[in-house]
């Protein structure tokens, strides 16, 4: 799991998974034992809620020679799997500005050598394979010179100036080719090779540091992350089968159709990435996975991505390669399968797995009605909703959103109420004859009375300051009893958290109800720039140009996403012309770092390495740099002043520390809040989030943090009194 640092993650859940993450995992681990049996498996296996990792283990060798055994992080070969990288590129550019989905190939190909393509063929039928294109793979052309192709215009002339096989538009057929020209697309309109564009704006932005492509022939690549690893196969070239051996094909350079590696780990923060806003706007995520077209065999597509009518994503498969890795949205799961094996090793377990992940769904729903309901008592037992009243224990019979029948007693009926949290609080009762009974939950729901269980288990898994965990820990048992009286879960949820912080002294952690987590989605209503309160995004509170030629930008908070990075950049291009910045933190609680990582590429001339974050949920150290090249505009070279105060935390810090550090700013103000530890959110159950410290964020040379300590200013007045005496010693110069 890569959490987003410093993020709050408002895409909440609607089912407590928690409540039965441990069977599942066992459930799984047994599923993925069976199939490995007879050597049916061989690969990775990674199943997460949101951003808890529920399973992930590795079955087998990645090369059976040398005893290299597969792993969650093993780069594993697949396949077709990448196409979903080529739609999202097509997206980010259409976001741009720089495509659209209806554009012509031959407004981007000029002299693509096939006119009808150039002139009919769109990028809406290149992504639902209906533009009429082939394939590829069995051309001599191909089998001759495919370790030598390297970028996706070195393909075209493998199939350009072939006829299309139907009218674009009038059917589905699967198309390797019609991928090759979207990658060609991506290069042409980007400026970069197919692969240097998914490394800085995929690869990067999502986190996956195991992932890439195979160097083509005569072009070694010292930063080959998957050396090593083998596929195995039974498929011969004259189309027979033979003993399983190692197949070199795996390793052929690959391209914006399939081809590649990746590992399990890094597929699913692929996908995180996707559905959090990270890689292209929510809008643009719900194109590309929203149906698009049906094969006659069932194939549903939308742009780049199979969907259905519960999961989206895209399966790959070759000799000595398998992989499936989809997104359930109504689940909050994303689930990853990769084998170093023909298919179907992957895709049967993938089928398997699906089915015992809705069955899974499935109770997770009915618990959300557990409960004593006074006179009523339901409980979940073997998959069934069961009432017990009146000395009898009956079946209720789902018959509409949050109603239920009762087996055996015609007319007899309930329906339930939920509060602004999605929690069942109460129930309505009607009988045969319309007489209407009422029920209140007289309890907390009973998926909190092992609140403190599961806030340990949380705590001994991921909390990163161990050395506190024994004098909280202590805390929790001991005051168990008492937690367990309080029946309002405000009160509970205050009670914790006073605990917490009179213990660990840590500000990120604590608990919160949902409904109070902060919302970091960007808002797409803007302001034009015009006095105080103007603003390009709400949580950019002022964006001004005061006299002398002083431009002040001030956040109350950060949210994620692409979105917010761009409004940083439109922001920096109006300041452009100021003789002095001043960057109003006082009032930044938090967020995403998105943003700030962004405003740094604004504030330095030069590369510069600004921050180092370690978590066990990163395979490696994360650095934060400055780099003005990937900006598109000069850098901001004029005095920057930062107004800051106890109320500036998180991510508000995360901008100012190495503002400092490096000198790069003058602070004015109060000491920072002192929030410093990179956290993310757990369910507890699921109305409950657990907000944990789960890595440590330093200064690269010195290691120096500011977790506790805050930021001190470079000139110490009250947080209120900052921005005068700014803009007076700035009057004064």
């Not at 809008?283 to 991505?305: A, D, E, I």
């Not at 994503?313 to 000595?320: D, K, L, Q, T």
């Not at 899974?360 to 017990?388: I, T």
């Not at 006073?498 to 902060?518: E, I, T």
Request: hydrophobic fraction near 40%; charge should be neutral.
């Amino acid at each position: 799991m890569k959490p987003q640092l410093f993020a709050a993650f408002f895409l909440l859940p609607l089912i407590s998974w928690h409540l039965l993450a441990g069977d599942l995992a066992e459930e799984i681990d047994a599923l993925v034992a069976k199939h490995h049996q007879s050597d049916a498996f061989s690969g990775a296996v990674l199943v997460a809620h949101g951003d808890k990792l529920l399973y992930r283990k590795g079955k087998g060798l990645a090369n059976r020679e040398t005893g290299l055994a597969n792993t969650a992080d093993t780069p594993l070969g697949i396949g077709s799997m990448n196409k979903m990288f080529t739609a999202v590129a097509i997206a980010q550019l259409v976001e741009a500005g720089k495509l659209s989905f209806e554009d012509k190939v031959g407004q981007h190909l000029p002299h693509y050598a096939n006119r009808q393509v150039a002139e009919q063929v769109t990028l809406h039928h290149l992504l639902t394979h209906t533009a009429g294109l082939g394939g590829y793979f069995d051309k001599p052309d191909y089998v001759r010179r495919k370790d030598e192709l390297a970028t996706a215009t070195d393909f075209l002339s493998l199939f350009e100036k072939d006829p299309l096989q139907f009218e674009p538009g009038t059917r589905m057929q699967y198309s390797n080719s019609g991928f090759i020209v979207l990658g060609a697309i991506i290069e042409k309109v980007s400026g970069l090779s197919y692969r240097d564009y998914l490394a800085r704006h995929i690869f990067r932005p999502a986190g996956m540091t195991r992932s890439g492509f195979y160097p083509a022939k005569g072009q070694p690549d010292p930063h080959d992350g998957a050396a090593g690893v083998v596929g195995y196969t039974t498929m011969r070239r004259d189309g027979s089968r033979g003993e399983l051996g190692p197949n070199q094909r795996v390793r052929s350079p690959g391209s914006s159709a399939g081809g590649g590696y990746a590992s399990a780990r890094d597929m699913f923060r692929f996908m995180r990435a996707l559905t959090t806003g990270k890689l292209v706007g929510a809008k643009l995520v719900t194109k590309l996975t929203s149906p698009k077209v049906r094969h006659p065999h069932g194939l549903v597509y939308g742009y780049g991505f199979g969907t259905h009518h519960n999961r989206f994503g895209h399966n790959g498969g070759g000799p000595g390669v398998n992989a499936a890795c989809y997104a359930f949205p109504e689940l909050d799961v994303v689930a990853v399968v990769i084998a170093n094996q023909d298919p179907h090793a992957a895709s049967h377990l993938f089928r398997d797995l699906t089915d015992l992940l809705h069955r899974h769904l499935e109770d997770a729903k009915l618990k959300a009605y557990e409960g004593d309901y006074g006179m009523v008592s339901l409980k979940v037992v073997g998959n069934r909703l069961k009432v017990a009243v009146a000395h009898m224990t009956l079946d209720l019979i789902a018959d509409g959103d949050d109603r239920f029948r009762v087996a055996g007693m015609p007319g007899l009926a309930y329906a339930f109420q939920r509060d602004d949290s999605d929690r069942v609080v109460a129930m309505t009762a009607t009988d045969a004859s319309g007489d209407v009974g009422e029920y209140t939950r007289k309890v907390r729901d009973p998926a909190d009375r092992d609140l403190v269980r599961r806030i340990e288990d949380v705590l001994k898994e991921h909390y990163v300051v161990k050395e506190k965990m024994p004098e909280i820990l202590a805390m929790l048992d001991r005051n168990k009893q008492e937690y367990a009286k309080i029946v309002d879960v405000k009160a509970l949820v205050d009670r914790i958290n006073a605990d917490l912080m009179a213990v660990a002294h840590d500000k990120h952690l604590r608990l919160l109800q949902r409904g109070a987590m902060p919302d970091l989605s960007p808002k797409k209503k803007r302001r034009r720039m015009g006095g105080p309160g103007s603003a390009a995004s709400s949580w950019i509170s002022r964006k001004e140009i005061l006299d002398g030629n002083i431009g002040i930008l001030a956040f109350s908070l950060f949210p994620q996403g692409a979105a917010a990075a761009r409004a940083i950049d439109d922001a920096m291009a109006e300041m452009a012309e100021t003789d002095a910045l001043i960057l109003d933190m006082r009032q930044c609680r938090g967020g995403s770092a998105e943003a700030p990582n962004q405003l740094f590429h604004h504030l330095f001339t030069e590369r510069t390495h600004l921050l180092t974050s370690e978590t066990p949920f990163a395979a490696e150290p994360i650095e934060v740099w400055a780099d003005p090249d990937r900006i598109g505009m000069p850098p901001y070279t004029k005095p920057v002043y930062v107004l800051t105060g106890p109320k500036c935390a998180s991510a508000g810090e995360h901008l100012v520390f190495p503002l400092k550090n490096t000198g790069r700013a003058t602070l004015v103000g109060e000491t920072t809040a002192g929030a410093g530890y990179l956290n993310t959110f757990f369910d507890v159950p699921f109305h409950i989030k657990f907000s944990v410290s789960i890595g440590r964020t330093y200064q690269p040379k010195t290691k120096k943090a500011w977790e506790a300590t805050g930021i001190a200013p470079d000139r110490f007045v009250k947080a209120d009194e900052a921005l005068t005496d700014v803009l007076q010693s700035l009057t004064k110069m």
